[in-house]
Antibody, heavy 122, light 107 residues
Framework: EVQLVESGGGLVQPGRSLRLSCAAS????????MHWVRQAPGKGLEWVSG????????GYGDSVKGRFTISRDNAKNSLYLHMNSLRAEDTALYYC???????????????WGQGTLVTVSS | DIQVTQSPSSLSASVGDRVTITCRASQDISNSLAWYQQKPGKAPKLLLYAASRLESGVPSRFSGSGSGTDYTLTISSLQPEDFAAYYCQQYYSTPWTFGQGTKVEIK
């Protein structure tokens, strides 16, 4: 059974940093691209970032480019999101999502975690 | 960036009704469109991809159609468990973008 378990969320002040983690199991993690998708309270879905199987291709949404960094450790079956210079508008539930493919060139998401909540407030 | 406009934003329907939700992309996305269902407090679930291909395990009352810039999700006979929010997503080019969502409520 595919499982994605996010952690690392919490309350953080504007301008500070936070690192999210996603522990994957139930599939060959190194064979798939992975993504972060977020959802602000009561709002829709927004793709944040994606990384291909070998970390050779990485992409970011416009609203986080230059502030967030995605990475993965295939040996640990783990995905990460380093978030710097956090803003109030980054407040959201952050989902880890598995790509249906390896390259991340035409990405849609067949498995999702339950999310970790990030609240940016002073 | 490709913009995806989804409509309606909400609808009320009864069990057994036929329901249609549409998404319009700002450019031709060549059937690179997925549909997701999200129930309150839960993660999204993939329903269809490539505009019309049903994900494994999804009931056949869900179907998708369209081409170019215009796509449709149809639920042929609404069931109680189908009351949820639905989102489309284009994956033709990055950044991958979602429609604003459609909330399907009980009439």
């Amino acid at each position: 059974e595919v499982q994605l378990v996010e952690s690392g969320g919490g309350l953080v002040q504007p301008g500070r940093s936070l690192r999210l983690s996603c522990a994957a199991s139930g599939f060959n993690f190194e064979d798939y691209a992975m993504h972060w998708v977020r959802q602000a309270p009561g709002k829709g879905l927004e793709w944040v970032s994606g990384i291909n199987w070998k970390s050779g291709s990485i992409g970011y949404g416009d609203s986080v480019k230059g502030r967030f960094t995605i990475s993965r450790d295939n040996a640990k079956n783990s995905l990460y999101l380093h978030m710097n210079s956090l803003r109030a508008e980054d407040t959201a539930l952050y989902y880890c999502a598995k790509d249906t493919g390896i390259t991340g060139t035409h990405s849609h998401f067949d498995y999702w975690g339950q999310g970790t909540l990030v609240t940016v407030s002073s | 960036d490709i913009q995806v406009t989804q409509s309606p934003s909400s609808l009320s329907a009864s069990v057994g009704d036929r329901v249609t939700i549409t998404c319009r992309a700002s450019q031709d996305i060549s059937n690179s469109l997925a549909w997701y269902q999200q129930k309150p407090g839960k993660a999204p679930k993939l329903l269809l991809y490539a505009a019309s291909r049903l994900e494994s395990g999804v009931p056949s009352r869900f179907s998708g159609s369209g081409s170019g810039t215009d796509y449709t999700l149809t639920i042929s006979s609404l069931q109680p468990e189908d009351f949820a929010a639905y989102y489309c997503q284009q994956y033709y080019s990055t950044p991958w973008t979602f429609g604003q969502g459609t909330k399907v409520e009980i009439k």
